[in-house]
């Protein structure tokens, strides 16, 4: 039999070694790879399997909509937030509808503030299914992705009923919501909810059990919370290092306050931390979406509102939790109906900023887990 | 002022700024504070990062006479969410936090490509999201006729001078 080859020099970089550097090279990841979920460049210096500097390439995406912002009135630029994270549209919707609200000082009538959260986690849960199945494959297990698409597809139909569209929603108006909801909505989402938790079982059984999924993300990236701090990390990649952080609980928008749900926490900040907040999550939205319906109050879907407001000058801020994190908007008003500067800062921005100190001497396919693990989404950070 | 204000009030005290309070449910952050000297703003950093607090972003907002340069940061364990600006100084340009705040790297990089501000100390200011041959952009700079002053959009009613 032939002798087999050996590999020793690709799977140890001894720091000792003539050898070091004898393998470096550059290795061009994305922008058109599978694992980047989108048009991510990132530059690895390697050696061997080992990643030595990952650098992130961004822009390949981007839109400049910060520009747009400012460049048409607030209500012509509601078309633009649904498409920068087009996973989560209606968490950017609601973090717009809500900014232009607290700038002009308009009351949301109550059904609309119940109708919105409904949605919101309901988009959430869309989001996050359609992380679980992504992230899974590019671990290599190609099945559960056509599971978990079935079960967002049943989200999609139900949203798209009431809103109209089924990835890239426009459904937030200043001031409420663009149309009510009915009693097929209701049921249909009832159904969901019950069908999505026999699911759960089953995932649990056949994914999260895995021993190769468990070997492939335990202790890998940790991220501890003093690092989490200094890059500005939020979301799931931020609770998975213990720190109990959600927008949604620590400060509180629309009706949050009156449900009771939990904040899942991990506490080692690996991937399979960040896994399993994730997965948790999803739980925790099915609970609050059926507090919703069964307290659904009566009355008006939206308040009237004057056609061309203006806002005032100096600074307004909103923040809230989508499914990747905080999303915070910065309107900068000139008391006119455009604003002057309109700031939009997106989680997975700084979460993924944290990547060359991260992954910095790890194997290039643990790279690939980390990036599966923070859920990006690429026209997001581009915007 | 509510404690966490007057904490930072307090250790904030040896720099020249100025501290205003803002209603929270009106503007969603609870302080505005004004760092009149840009060499100051590492400090501040400094005292912040020891404060517990993480940065939300870094961008600008282009006025006249100085483009300001605008940070969020809050914080993990209470609802306390702070903006601090700071005007650009002659040369446009502010020292870095980067090696303070890590995430305000990336975050300084993308206020660069967008104003065109440098930012002193920063060990990369490539373009980033721009690409390079659009490097001298800057296309968040106001024309002419649509640039405003610092105070047309910061002054504040209550500002004493």
């Known amino acids: ?22 393998h470096r090279f550059y290795l061009n990841l994305g922008p058109q790879h599978p694992s980047t979920h989108g048009v991510l460049r990132i530059v690895l210096e390697m050696d061997g399997e080992y990643v030595i500097d990952p650098q992130p390439d961004l822009g390949f995406g981007h839109r400049m909509h910060e520009k747009m912002g400012e460049s048409r009135s607030w209500t012509q630029f509601f078309a633009n937030v649904g498409r920068m994270d ?20 308009i009351e949301v009538p109550r059904r609309a503030e119940y109708i919105r959260v409904i949605t919101a986690e309901l988009n959430r849960v869309a989001s996050h299914l359609l992380w679980l199945g992504a992230f899974i494959l590019d671990l290599g297990a190609f ?6 698409f079935d079960d967002r597809e049943d989200i999609l139909d139900i949203l798209e009923d009431i809103t109209g569209s089924r990835l890239t929603y426009s459904y937030f108006r200043v001031g409420g919501v663009m149309k009510d ?15 999505l938790r026999e699911r759960f079982s089953m995932y649990e059984t056949l994914v999260n059990g895995n021993a190769i999924l468990h070997k492939r993300m335990q202790g890998i990236s940790v991220i501890s919370p003093e690092m989490a701090r200094r890059y500005g990390v939020t979301g799931a990649v931020l609770r998975a290092s213990g720190i109990d952080y959600d927008v949604r609980k620590n400060a509180p928008y629309s009706v949050y306050p009156e449900f009771d749900f939990e904040v899942p926490v991990g506490k080692n900040g690996d991937c399979m931390d960040r896994y399993l907040v994730k997965y948790q999550e999803m739980e925790q939205s099915l609970r609050i979406i059926e507090q919703a319906l069964d307290n659904l109050p009566d009355g008006d879907v939206r308040a009237k509102t004057k056609r061309k407001i203006k806002l005032p000058a100096g600074m307004t801020s909103f923040s809230v939790e989508t499914a990747r994190g905080e999303l915070t908007y910065l309107l900068i008003g000139d008391g006119t109906d455009v604003p002057y500067r309109l700031k939009i800062r997106v989680p997975s921005y700084s979460n993924l900023s944290t990547m060359p100190e991260l992954c910095a001497g790890m194997l ?3 790279l690939v887990t980390t990036m599966g693990s923070f859920d990006l989404v690429i026209p997001e950070i581009d915007r | 002022m509510t404690p966490e204000n007057e904490n930072l009030h307090q250790a904030l005290s040896c720099l020249d700024i100025d501290f205003h309070e803002t209603d929270y449910a009106a503007k969603g952050f609870h302080a505005d504070i004004q760092v009149k000297n840009s060499a100051d703003i590492r400090e501040a950093a400094g005292i912040l990062y020891e404060q517990d607090y993480f940065v939300g972003f870094v961008t600008a907002c282009h006025t006249q006479p100085a483009t300001q340069v605008l940070y969020q940061f809050a914080r993990f ?3 306390h969410r702070i903006m601090i600006r700071c005007g650009a100084n002659e040369n446009n340009s502010v020292p870095t936090i980067s090696d303070i705040f890590h995430g305000a790297d990336w975050h ?3 206020t660069r490509d967008f104003f065109g501000i440098t930012f002193d100390g920063h060990p990369n200011m490539a373009a980033f999201i721009l690409d390079e041959s659009d490097r001298d952009l800057a296309p968040l700079i106001k024309t002419e006729k649509k640039l405003k002053s610092v105070d047309d959009i910061f002054g504040r009613e209550d500002a004493d001078a």
Do not use: C, K
């Open chain 1, 1 to 22: 039999m032939p002798e087999s080859p050996t590999f020793e020099h690709m799977i140890s970089p001894d720091p000792d070694a003539e050898s070091i550097g004898q």
């Open chain 1, 86 to 105: 087009y996973v989560n549209a209606i968490g950017f919707n609601h973090g717009y509808a809500a900014l232009i609200e607290r700038a002009a000082g």
């Open chain 1, 143 to 148: 099945t559960p992705i056509l599971y978990t």
């Open chain 1, 181 to 195: 909801i009915d009693d097929t909505f209701i049921e249909r989402t009832r159904a969901f909810i019950r069908r």
């Open chain 1, 364 to 366: 290039l396919s643990d």
């Open chain 2, 77 to 79: 364990d209470v609802n």
């Open chain 2, 108 to 110: 300084e990089r993308e």
